[in-house]
């Protein structure tokens, strides 16, 4: 605790003054709009449906603009910038402004904001000085000062008001709290280029372990989101994170940010309805990843447009039509001509062979017949049971799960559709009909769902965005309303087309398989494939994309080794890399231990430079074969036991798959056993830890980006239990 005379001496007492003013603000406007909420739900539902409408649209719209103010409560203003001019700038994670208009804090992603994470001394950019705000609560705890213009500081008599502990520094050395913290406070130059880079085109982030990249990524998101929202806002920024654990640990950080309009999922989440529950093989990874797998597909698919083996005759009411090879096949070809995905298409032959199964009955007839008794006989043709069994067999409905479970489990079918695979890769696919989805299945199930399309009872596609009129209307709308400009016509038209269901724009994409999104965000890109990546695509036709990954951490067998041979036949020129070379997170020892296996491996590994030393922040412990997991147990629980005394803390145990079990049942004993985290090396891809015990590295090492990512998850301390079995490097 510091004495009133030291928070006098660091302007400490100012500066909680004026975060005293923006929390003040900040429940201001929370609740005028809980205000206007309460208001709108007390008229109720009476009235017109577009009265209706309009009123859940509101109450939608403050909804969601309550649970933004509630979000970024921690930590509102984090930053002062004295400028040349005499102004003084504070910036935190919204923007706000007084009742009559007057900035009071500048949102983080303005333009105005810029200078705090770039200037520098050699260019400061009309900076004087830049603070740093460290809050616990609405109290501010401490300030730290960047001078970039000494003169202009002496000559305004600041210099005896400075104060620092260092920003970066002290975040980085905070404790691991389970959950990913934002860097809004702490952006650093390389990182801030890549955050406010262009929309267009695709940026590719390489950087080594702890260089900041998903943190990078977040933050770009919510930058792009604030200034291209019109653009971004009816179609949303997709965010693509390895695994359900993962989006769990980063699921805070864009509301922090002020953004609730991203939406984050794995792959498999990317197809509603299908549920993964086997990880894949590497060698039939690689395989499933190929984007021949694309020609497999539409091989298969075209498949089930099938021709019979000879003309059918068919007895309808003591008459006889004939399904003609023939016109099967001219049905077919003229269905095909619509351009519609399988099942949709299915209708257009279907009607076409009714109607000249129809004309053979109508030509039996002695008669001309009119319009209605044309009608009663396509009826007769269509509620033919023999007809309909005839045309499914020719051209049968059927499911995306269906098609692939078929396609990889009869090998006639398999042979069929991929004669541009070798029997040995052929033999590789093929599986029992009731094996699980894999996580390699995904792009094969989602290339089936482009092609075969919605099942005749499927609902019909959703559209994704209002039209100029609904725009013009709801700007009519919102002049009968005061909104003192928390919504703008687009949102409101959006919400009001969503009638009352209330939607958010994360479950109307979620429910919809085809949803187009206005930019991509991919985390750990280097692990897609390249059926992967044409998945992706079909979610971004503009191809607006920001890739994050490290080539050298890979660990799929269909994943990315070098950038430019997965990017250039994706975007061709549209595609730019950007390199982050500083490593935050990990402490320089643990680094060059990792920098010194990669390198035996032959990894691709980035340049890095770690930021920081911490004492004694590598330890290796040998043990028998047969102790190495009660060994790093004991290691962990210590560990943990010690953080336990200090109330914050994370302790993670990285372990070949074959030893889970073991380290598991030795955990059993110990009252830590929740405090200590069990997982396999790419189980631990994107997440941080305190102390990271990595167990038996030569067997992880079998796939050498997997020990790479184990080694590179620690922030305080790497413990090494081996049984004496070291890779090189080691």
């Given at each position: 605790?510091?004495?009133?005379?030291?928070?006098?001496?660091?302007?400490?007492?100012?500066?909680q003054?004026v975060?005293?003013?923006?929390?003040g603000r900040?429940?201001?406007?929370?609740?005028?709009?809980?205000?206007?909420?309460?208001?709108?739900?007390?008229?109720?539902?009476s009235?017109?449906?577009q009265?209706?409408?309009e009123?859940d649209?509101?109450?939608?719209?403050?909804?969601?603009?309550?649970?933004?103010?509630?979000?970024?409560?921690?930590?509102?203003?984090?930053g002062?910038?004295?400028?040349?001019?005499?102004?003084?700038?504070?910036v935190?994670?919204?923007?706000?402004?007084?009742?009559?208009?007057?900035?009071?804090?500048?949102?983080?992603?303005?333009?105005?904001?810029?200078?705090?994470?770039?200037?520098?001394a050699a260019?400061?950019?009309?900076?004087v000085n830049?603070?740093?705000?460290?809050?616990?609560?609405?109290?501010?705890?401490?300030?730290?000062?960047?001078?970039?213009?000494?003169?202009?500081?002496?000559?305004?008599?600041?210099?005896?008001t400075?104060?620092?502990?260092?920003a970066?520094?002290?975040?980085?050395?905070a404790?691991?709290?389970?959950?990913?913290g934002?860097?809004?406070?702490?952006?650093?130059?390389?990182?801030?280029?890549?955050?406010?880079?262009?929309?267009?085109g695709?940026?590719?982030?390489?950087?080594?372990?702890?260089?900041?990249?998903?943190?990078?990524?977040?933050?770009?998101a919510?930058?792009?989101?604030?200034?291209h929202?019109?653009?971004?806002?009816?179609?949303?920024?997709l965010m693509?994170?390895?695994?359900?654990?993962?989006?769990?640990?980063?699921?805070?950080?864009?509301?922090?940010?002020?953004?609730?309009?991203?939406?984050s999922?794995?792959?498999?989440g990317?197809?509603p309805g299908?549920?993964?529950t086997?990880?894949?093989?590497?060698?039939?990874?690689?395989?499933?990843?190929?984007?021949?797998?694309?020609?497999?597909?539409?091989?298969a698919?075209?498949?089930?447009?099938?021709?019979?083996?000879?003309?059918?005759?068919?007895?309808?009411?003591?008459?006889?039509?004939?399904?003609?090879?023939?016109?099967?096949?001219?049905?077919?070809a003229?269905?095909?001509?619509?351009?519609?995905p399988?099942?949709?298409?299915?209708?257009s032959?279907a009607?076409e062979?009714?109607?000249?199964?129809?004309?053979?009955?109508?030509?039996?007839l002695?008669?001309?017949?009119?319009?209605?008794?044309r009608?009663?006989?396509?009826r007769?043709?269509?509620?033919?049971?023999?007809?309909r069994?005839?045309?499914?067999?020719?051209?049968?409905?059927?499911?995306?799960?269906?098609?692939v479970?078929?396609l990889l489990?009869?090998?006639?079918?398999?042979?069929?559709?991929a004669?541009?695979?070798?029997?040995?890769?052929?033999?590789?696919?093929?599986?029992?009909a009731?094996?699980?989805?894999?996580?390699?299945?995904i792009?094969?199930?989602?290339?089936?769902?482009?092609?075969?399309?919605?099942?005749p009872?499927?609902?019909?596609r959703?559209?994704?965005?209002?039209?100029d009129?609904?725009v013009?209307y709801a700007?009519?709308?919102?002049?009968?309303?005061?909104t003192?400009?928390?919504?703008?016509?687009?949102?409101?038209?959006q919400?009001?087309?969503?009638?009352s269901?209330?939607?958010?724009?994360a479950?109307?994409?979620?429910?919809?398989r085809t949803?187009?999104?206005?930019?991509?965000?991919?985390?750990?890109?280097?692990?897609?494939?390249?059926?992967?990546?044409?998945?992706?695509?079909?979610?971004?036709?503009?191809?607006?994309?920001?890739?994050?990954?490290?080539?050298?951490q890979?660990?799929?067998?269909?994943?990315?080794?070098?950038?430019?041979?997965?990017?250039?036949?994706?975007?061709?020129?549209?595609?730019q890399?950007?390199?982050?070379?500083?490593?935050?997170?990990?402490p320089?020892?643990?680094?060059?231990?990792?920098?010194?296996f990669?390198?035996?491996?032959?990894l691709?590994?980035?340049?890095?430079?770690?930021?920081?030393?911490?004492?004694?922040?590598?330890?290796?412990?040998?043990?028998?074969?047969?102790?190495?997991?009660?060994?790093?147990?004991?290691?962990?629980?210590?560990?943990?036991?010690?953080?336990a005394?200090?109330?914050?803390?994370l302790?993670a145990?990285?372990a070949?798959?074959?030893?889970?079990?073991?380290v598991?049942?030795a955990?059993?004993?110990?009252?830590?056993?929740?405090?200590?985290?069990?997982?396999?090396?790419?189980e631990?891809?994107?997440?941080?830890?305190?102390?990271?015990?990595?167990?038996?590295?030569?067997?992880?090492?079998?796939?050498?980006?997997?020990l790479?990512?184990?080694?590179?998850?620690p922030t305080?301390?790497?413990?090494?239990?081996?049984?004496g079995?070291?890779?090189?490097?080691?």
């Amino acid at each position: 605790m510091q004495d009133d005379s030291t928070r006098t001496d660091f302007g400490l007492d100012a500066e909680q003054d004026v975060i005293d003013g923006l929390y003040g603000r900040l429940d201001d406007v929370r609740t005028e709009t809980e205000l206007r909420l309460a208001q709108i739900r007390k008229e109720g539902p009476s009235g017109s449906p577009q009265n209706r409408s309009e009123r859940d649209a509101f109450a939608t719209l403050y909804e969601d603009r309550i649970m933004q103010l509630d979000a970024v409560e921690d930590r509102l203003c984090f930053g002062r910038l004295d400028l040349a001019d005499g102004d003084r700038l504070y910036v935190g994670r919204i923007g706000l402004s007084d009742e009559q208009h007057a900035p009071l804090l500048t949102d983080w992603r303005a333009p105005a904001a810029r200078a705090f994470y770039s200037a520098t001394a050699a260019s400061p950019s009309g900076v004087v000085n830049r603070r740093h705000l460290t809050t616990r609560g609405r109290t501010v705890v401490a300030v730290e000062d960047d001078v970039l213009d000494v003169a202009a500081l002496r000559e305004a008599g600041l210099e005896d008001t400075l104060a620092g502990e260092g920003a970066l520094l002290a975040a980085l050395d905070a404790r691991r709290t389970g959950r990913m913290g934002d860097i809004v406070a702490t952006i650093q130059a390389e990182q801030d280029a890549v955050i406010r880079a262009g929309l267009d085109g695709a940026l590719v982030v390489q950087g080594g372990p702890g260089s900041g990249k998903t943190a990078v990524a977040l933050h770009r998101a919510a930058f792009l989101l604030y200034h291209h929202r019109e653009q971004l806002e009816r179609r949303g920024v997709l965010m693509i994170g390895p695994s359900a654990q993962f989006l769990r640990y980063i699921d805070h950080v864009l509301p922090s940010l002020g953004e609730t309009g991203a939406v984050s999922t794995t792959m498999a989440g990317l197809v509603p309805g299908v549920r993964v529950t086997a990880i894949e093989e590497d060698d039939i990874a690689s395989v499933k990843g190929r984007t021949i797998m694309g020609r497999v597909i539409k091989n298969a698919v075209r498949e089930r447009q099938r021709q019979p083996r000879a003309d059918q005759e068919v007895s309808i009411d003591g008459r006889t039509v004939v399904i003609r090879r023939a016109d099967i096949r001219d049905a077919q070809a003229k269905a095909r001509r619509e351009g519609k995905p399988h099942n949709e298409a299915r209708a257009s032959f279907a009607k076409e062979m009714i109607s000249r199964l129809t004309t053979q009955l109508m030509e039996q007839l002695d008669h001309q017949l009119d319009g209605e008794e044309r009608m009663e006989l396509e009826r007769d043709v269509r509620d033919s049971k023999t007809i309909r069994i005839a045309l499914n067999l020719c051209w049968l409905p059927i499911t995306p799960q269906q098609f692939v479970r078929d396609l990889l489990s009869k090998p006639h079918l398999l042979e069929h559709a991929a004669r541009g695979l070798s029997a040995a890769d052929r033999g590789l696919l093929l599986r029992p009909a009731n094996a699980p989805f894999t996580d390699a299945d995904i792009p094969l199930l989602d290339e089936a769902a482009e092609l075969l399309g919605d099942m005749p009872s499927s609902a019909p596609r959703a559209s994704q965005g209002p039209s100029d009129e609904e725009v013009a209307y709801a700007e009519e709308v919102l002049s009968t309303f005061d909104t003192d400009g928390m919504v703008t016509a687009q949102d409101l038209a959006q919400r009001m087309r969503g009638g009352s269901s209330r939607m958010s724009l994360a479950e109307r994409a979620a429910s919809d398989r085809t949803w187009t999104y206005g930019h991509v965000v991919v985390d750990e890109a280097q692990e897609l494939s390249p059926m992967a990546w044409r998945m992706l695509l079909r979610r971004c036709p503009t191809r607006s994309f920001t890739i994050v990954g490290d080539v050298a951490q890979v660990t799929s067998a269909a994943g990315s080794r070098w950038w430019p041979e997965t990017m250039d036949p994706l975007f061709g020129p549209s595609w730019q890399l950007r390199e982050l070379t500083v490593s935050y997170r990990i402490p320089a020892a643990v680094a060059e231990v990792a920098q010194a296996f990669a390198t035996a491996a032959q990894l691709p590994v980035s340049e890095l430079s770690a930021a920081r030393d911490v004492d004694d922040a590598v330890a290796q412990t040998r043990a028998d074969a047969g102790a190495l997991s009660s060994t790093a147990v004991a290691i962990a629980v210590g560990h943990a036991e010690r953080m336990a005394d200090a109330e914050a803390g994370l302790v993670a145990i990285i372990a070949p798959s074959e030893l889970l079990g073991d380290v598991r049942r030795a955990l059993t004993d110990s009252d830590l056993a929740d405090d200590v985290t069990v997982c396999t090396a790419r189980e631990s891809k994107g997440l941080e830890f305190d102390v990271a015990v990595v167990v038996d590295p030569a067997t992880i090492a079998v796939r050498p980006g997997d020990l790479y990512v184990a080694l590179t998850r620690p922030t305080q301390r790497l413990e090494i239990v081996h049984d004496g079995n070291l890779p090189a490097g080691l």
